[in-house]
């Protein structure tokens, strides 16, 4: 995974069952920063289940961040469980995923995202465009308010 100058180049591919460890270590190198502690099991569900629509980011064959792109039974998209490991932010991969979240939204004819963030990430989705439409106190967990955004595509 280089380029002609032999630097390391981000990739991405659907999430797999052998991913799950690298996925579960990146989020709790988050938490508390990020994620509320109580949950690491909710992750841990979602990730047992199989998600479709789910990938991780590859840089130097790591896995460094993933996120997921869910369409619901009432016609609904969201952005679900997106994470970085903290040693690969900054390097623009948080940029990338996002791209790459527009862009599989546009080709699949979607004109809005949701976003359930915290506060502490709501800043990150702003970046890029999202409002937020609400905010629950505590809504994650003690000291980790919920903050509901809109991405129109």
């Known amino acids: 995974m280089s380029n002609n100058r032999g630097e390391s180049t981000l990739s991405f591919r659907a999430w ?3 991913d799950r460890e690298a996925c579960l270590s990146i989020f709790d190198a988050n938490c508390p ?3 509320a502690p109580n949950e690491r099991s909710d992750y841990a569900r979602f ?3 199989a998600p479709n629509g789910y990938e991780v980011c590859e840089l130097a064959g790591r896995v460094v961040g993933a996120f997921g792109l869910v ?3 009432d016609g609904g998209t969201s952005l679900t469980w997106i994470m970085i490991d903290p040693d690969a932010q900054g390097a623009g991969i948080g940029s990338a ?3 790459r979240v527009v862009s599989r939204a546009t080709v ?3 004109s809005t995202v949701n976003i359930a963030a915290s506060h502490k990430s709501a800043a990150f989705f702003e970046r890029f465009g999202a409002v937020a439409i609400g905010r629950t106190i505590d809504g994650w967990g003690p000291g980790m308010d919920r ?3 809109e991405l129109r595509l």
Do not use: N, P
């Open 97 to 99: 995923m996002m791209e």
């Open 33 to 35: 920063a990020f994620f």
């Open 147 to 149: 903050v509901d955004m």
């Open 16 to 18: 797999q069952k052998e």
């Open 71 to 73: 369409t619901h039974g």
């Open 47 to 49: 990730l047992d289940a």
């Open 108 to 110: 699949s004819g979607l």
